[in-house]
């Protein structure tokens, strides 16, 4: 369309118009746009619940994250943006880059909305031996590839308003010029078709392209990312089917100790999560360039749990992992997306929506006949500890206040612990504040379960499906020992059991900051140890 300007007017009203009922997009109806109504509110938003650490856009909505890559000392990582208000509307990519994961700096839109539609999620790969072709003067091409959603076929009730496109550049994602081909793969009667994952796997000398498929993944290939054929398709009857599937990643993975990879399929899903609304589910197999298959131990796993979880908490979805990583890096590096699709658009905040996780390391653990997908925050994270608190051990029976805000500021945390001689009781650990809001968690050795409970820890009442709970994850036995690390960034906890085992990451946004970390632990045999406690610049 020669008139984008005209286009992009006609999309915004069409938007205005019609519901957008799509998966990751599902269930956000459009709505006036919440503003700020003066400075002193927008500074108060600021203090209380912008991030220290984790990324968040300077203004506007935000969700998934989309087109990660590493190129020459920078981690690029672009994301689904609309510039226009702080609820999902009309979908860019917007995008941001960081030396480190932890400091980001946000940059121009990358992708606008066409008259091929909107620019869904999809991935980026560093094409080095310019098998596409877009390479110039020996600079290797960034290509991204992305799901077009037509609003207009949506409209009209057709059901293959969603393609797979491609764009390219030259000067290390910064800038991109659009496929004049586009789209490269067209819809084949699928409504929810969409997020593509691009990697190229050296066995088979191909690229393969991991695609959402309703209640499916679907596999391609190509040898130029322009020209795709379709593989196999896996899952319409494994794992959890809640909601749509949406954001694969598949990748190999070494199992951590040993010299034996497997393949990894990752897939996020909306609703269905193990405490409600959106989360991402993982499977363990074999790929041999055509088709996906479960590891035996993994299908035995599955057949007792229904589905193996990535993240147990309410708040981490759509996440993929970054491409182009070095070899000498070896590292299998994730972030998601920090909101659900229960209450996105309803969070307390206004000038901007939506958070990153802390970017985290995969690894691929297995016990005697299961496995499990530890996530850890990346390392980078610790070269920002600007204060340090260390105690060998601490006794706790009965109510203690452990650490306050004059000792560390709570509001930017690492804290990093162990509890041992544990028995049938619960131990519970809170975050508090004078106005009497809570964030607690710990371990329910009674029922068998973890626990991250944020009932009471300030605002919740802007949703009924933000904290009608607490959330828990189930085990199979008594812990008898735990090591427990979290990080907490004012409207935000991550909290990894026994080295990222299990994982549980949940927004909260207190009335005022949180001054007080203390436990509720009855038991005179249990001593905190190996307490360490970081505050994050």
């Not at 709970?469 to 979290?486: M, Y």
Request: include cysteine; aromatic fraction near 14%.
């Amino acid at each position: 369309m020669k008139n984008k300007k005209q286009f992009y007017t006609i999309c915004i009203l069409l938007f205005a118009s019609f519901f957008i009922a799509v998966g990751c997009k599902k269930n956000i109806k459009t709505n006036d746009i919440e503003e700020m109504t003066t400075p002193t509110e927008v500074n108060k938003e600021e203090t209380l619940y912008r991030p220290n650490f984790h990324f968040s856009p300077k203004a506007n909505w935000m969700n998934d994250p989309n087109g990660m890559f590493y190129l020459n000392g920078k981690y690029h990582l672009y994301f689904q943006y609309y510039p226009d208000g702080n609820v999902w509307g009309p979908m860019h990519w917007g995008h941001a880059v960081s030396e480190d994961m932890v400091t980001w700096e946000e940059q121009p839109i990358a992708l606008y909305p066409d008259d091929l539609g909107l620019i869904f999620s999809g991935s980026a790969v560093v094409d080095k031996n310019n098998t596409s072709g877009f390479g110039k003067d020996g600079i290797a091409p960034v290509v991204a590839i992305f799901t077009y959603h037509n609003m207009q076929g949506e409209k009209e009730g057709k059901i293959d308003f969603q393609t797979q496109a491609i764009a390219y550049s030259l000067d290390e994602g910064m800038t991109w010029t659009k496929y004049d081909k586009n789209p490269v793969i067209s819809n084949p009667s699928i409504k929810d078709f969409r997020d593509p994952k691009v990697i190229w796997d050296d066995k088979s000398s191909k690229w393969i392209m991991a695609l959402a498929a309703g209640n499916k993944i679907m596999f391609y290939s190509s040898i130029n990312l322009k020209n795709w054929n379709f593989e196999s398709e896996f899952g319409e009857f494994l794992g959890a089917h809640g909601g749509v599937w949406e954001c694969p990643d598949l990748f190999p993975l070494k199992i951590d100790g040993s010299d034996t990879s497997k393949w990894v399929l990752i897939v996020s899903i909306n609703p269905g999560g193990p405490n409600g609304g959106s989360a991402t589910q993982y499977f363990v197999g074999d790929f041999d360039g055509n088709k996906f298959v479960l590891d035996e131990d993994f299908s035995n796993q599955l057949q007792k749990q229904n589905a193996a979880w990535l993240d147990y908490g309410k708040d981490n979805y759509a996440g993929v992992t970054w491409s182009n990583i070095p070899k000498s890096d070896g590292r299998k590096l994730f972030i998601g997306w920090m909101s659900n699709w229960d209450y996105a658009r309803e969070v307390p905040t206004f000038k901007w929506r939506s958070t990153m996780t802390i970017p985290r390391e995969l690894k691929l653990r297995k016990t005697e006949k299961e496995y499990y997908l530890q996530n850890l925050p990346v390392s980078e994270l610790y070269k920002h500890a600007s204060k340090s608190i260390k105690k060998d051990s601490l006794n706790v029976d009965g109510l203690n206040d452990i650490f306050r805000n004059e000792n560390i500021d709570l509001s930017k945390l690492n804290l990093e612990l162990k509890l041992n001689n544990l028995k049938e009781k619960i131990y519970t650990i809170n975050f508090l504040n004078k106005l009497g809001d809570t964030l607690s968690l710990g371990l329910n050795n009674v029922d068998k379960a973890f626990f991250l409970d944020r009932r009471k820890s300030g605002k919740v009442d802007f949703s009924e499906k933000f904290a009608p709970k607490v959330s828990e994850v189930k085990t199979d036995a008594i812990q008898r020992e735990l090591k427990v690390q979290i990080l907490l960034d004012k409207t935000s906890i991550e909290v990894f059991y026994n080295d990222g085992e299990v994982v549980m990451t949940e927004l909260f946004f207190p009335n005022e900051p949180m001054e007080t970390f203390s436990s509720t632990i009855h038991d005179d045999d249990v001593y905190l140890t190996n307490i360490k406690v970081q505050e994050i610049k």
